[in-house]
């Protein structure tokens, strides 16, 4: 089954302490992209890849970190979580990055 | 950069009914996306128009695009209870991103 995967759905951390959220595709999609969803804010995206090895910043990218050594995975890396970082996060990834998005089931981001 | 905003931002409608939710945005673009999200999960994908079409169907779900208003439609007819849900509106632009808006809410009332 064509499926986005992201781990763990919720997760509740403490300001500082370095987490990573791992999103893989099985679909053999070149584009990844990482979005935070707020109330009231829609989604923002955070960072994006158009390949291996070739990621880029988006809209929100501060306190984030991400990388693409294979294909079918693009961690999301917290490098030192603060409360503002709380949110819902959801990973992405298409053939192209003008075409259909395929979503994870999301991320429950709780920094205390 | 957001780019498509939806409107309105919410819309409660007897089953049955049609809904109707509307979609600008600011510059050009090549494509227009419509997606579902239930209840905090993931979006889903319905329906993608591109900038040369102008309308476009799907079941019960048709969209229009109107390029020289930077605007779009989505209307759900013989709307049901599982149609409960937030629609988003995403645009490209020249910068590989694809932008979301903040959504309308869907309430479908038995």
């Known amino acids: 089954e064509a499926q986005v995967t992201q781990n763990p759905r919720y997760l509740i951390t403490v300001t500082g302490k370095k987490l990573t959220v791992t999103c893989s595709q099985n679909?053999?999609?070149?584009?990844m992209s990482w979005y935070r969803q707020d109330p009231g804010l829609g989604l923002r995206q955070i960072y994006y890849?158009?390949?291996?090895?070739?990621?880029d910043k988006g809209d929100v990218p501060e306190g984030y970190k991400v990388s693409r050594k294979e294909k079918r995975n693009f961690p999301l890396i917290l490098e030192s979580p603060s409360p503002n970082q709380t949110s819902l996060y959801f990973c992405?990834?298409?053939?192209?990055?003008?075409?259909?998005?395929?979503f994870g089931s999301g991320t429950q981001l709780s920094v205390l | 950069s957001q780019q498509g905003e939806e409107d309105p931002q919410a819309l409660s409608i007897q089953e049955g009914e049609n809904a109707t939710m509307n979609c600008s945005y600011k510059t050009s673009i090549n494509n227009l996306q419509w997606y579902r999200q239930n209840s905090g999960r993931g979006l889903v994908h319905l329906i993608l128009?591109?900038?040369?079409?102008r309308e476009k169907h799907s079941g019960r779900l048709r969209v229009t695009l109107d390029t020289s208003k930077k605007s779009s439609s989505l209307l759900i007819t013989a709307s049901r209870a599982a149609d409960t849900a937030s629609y988003f509106c995403?645009?490209?632009?020249?910068?590989?991103?694809?932008?979301f808006g903040a959504g309308t809410t869907v309430t479908v009332r038995a």
């Open positions: 679909m053999n999609h070149e584009y």
């Open positions: 995403a645009t490209d632009g020249n910068d590989y991103k694809l932008s």
């Open positions: 128009i591109r900038s040369n079409e």
């Open positions: 890849s158009m390949n291996v090895e070739v990621t």
């Open positions: 992405a990834s298409s053939s192209d990055s003008y075409e259909k998005l395929f």
